[in-house]
């Protein structure tokens, strides 16, 4: 009676051994699992930037001398603070409005997406890009690009201007004052509105 529980205990030596044995098998195949895991990782995730912030619904005015000069509306907005060429992206697009000494709307920019590179003050615009000025013209383009430094907005790809007179397109893109008060067509045809009284 008092061997019992020896003959139980020396029963037991081999199945713990084996249970010990089995939990480090399971603990090198689980580790080498996670190792194997973040190689995959690091291969995929390898080139991707991140941004280094993000706001939601932004709204930034520009000003000089209190004065505001536009307003810039997105719906995302992601800033890459990157050491070589920073960049603000608008991946959900983008408005862009401005104003004259009166605080009254001159034109806007509207595109499905645009990117800012902030060292060289370059926008560029993509994706069913339209700008509207007050005088009650719009341009339709695929692509734009503004330089703030110059101060003027272009395009190399077809681009359409509709005014009060007709419509203008320009096979080779399009030139123009950034608030798209003066502009010029590059390959330039179009039809022209003639009213009756002129016809006669």
């Not at 044995?21 to 995929?44: H, P, T, Y």
């Not at 608030?179 to 390959?187: M, Q, R």
Request: aromatic share 8%; glycine share 4%; hydrophobic share 40%.
């Amino acid at each position: 009676m008092k061997q019992q529980p020896l003959e139980a205990a020396s029963d037991l030596k081999p199945i713990v051994s084996k249970n010990v044995i089995l939990c480090i098998i399971l603990s090198a195949l689980i580790l080498n699992a996670c190792e194997n895991d973040i190689e995959k990782i690091k291969s995929i995730t390898k080139g991707i930037v991140l941004p280094d912030v993000t706001m939601i619904d932004a709204n930034i005015v520009y000003s000089d001398s209190a004065r505001i000069k536009l307003r810039v509306l997105a719906p995302v907005m992601s800033n890459f603070d990157l050491p070589k060429d920073p960049y603000i992206e608008f991946p959900k697009g983008v408005k862009v409005t401005f104003y004259n000494a009166s605080k009254q709307i001159t034109s806007t920019i509207t595109a499905r997406y645009a990117i800012y590179y902030t060292q060289k003050e370059l926008w560029e615009a993509r994706h069913d890009v339209v700008a509207k000025n007050d005088k009650g013209e719009h341009l339709n383009t695929e692509l734009m690009f503004w330089d703030q430094k110059e101060e003027r907005i272009y395009s190399n790809l077809f681009s359409k201007i509709t005014t009060a007179d007709g419509v203008f397109c320009g096979r080779d893109g399009f030139e123009a004052e950034q608030d798209f008060s003066k502009w010029k067509l590059i390959g330039s045809e179009g039809t022209v509105n003639i009213k009756d009284e002129e016809v006669n």
